[in-house]
């Protein structure tokens, strides 16, 4: 048996009971979807990129996520999206 946390939950679990974020976690997980670095997004907010960091950790561990390409995966299904998005700059 496992000791972990989060360790007999899968991602589908997580999807299930739909954990909620505060706004600002919200806003970091979006972007951090979306593929922007710690250090972009820090600037962008106005607060340290340790911060974005501690919010990205809690994100992960809330939403059992191991990996940014499963919280995209999981952001995408809650979403109802089953497309990708994919920027042209």
């Given at each position: 048996m496992r000791s972990g946390r989060l360790g007999k939950y899968s991602?589908?679990?997580?999807?299930?009971?739909?954990?909620?974020?505060?706004?600002?976690q919200r806003e970091i997980?979006?972007?951090?979807?979306?593929g922007?670095?710690?250090?972009?997004?820090?600037?962008?907010?106005?607060i340290s990129q340790r911060t974005?960091?501690?919010?990205r950790a809690a994100i992960?561990?809330?939403t059992g996520c191991k990996s940014i390409l499963a919280l995209a995966r999981l952001t995408l299904a809650a979403s109802g999206t089953n497309s990708v998005i994919v920027s042209s700059e």
């Open positions: 991602e589908r679990n997580h999807l299930a009971a739909k954990p909620t974020h505060t706004p600002r997980m979006d972007m951090v979807v979306a922007q670095p710690r250090k972009n997004i820090a600037a962008d907010l106005n974005v960091e501690n919010h992960m561990e809330r």
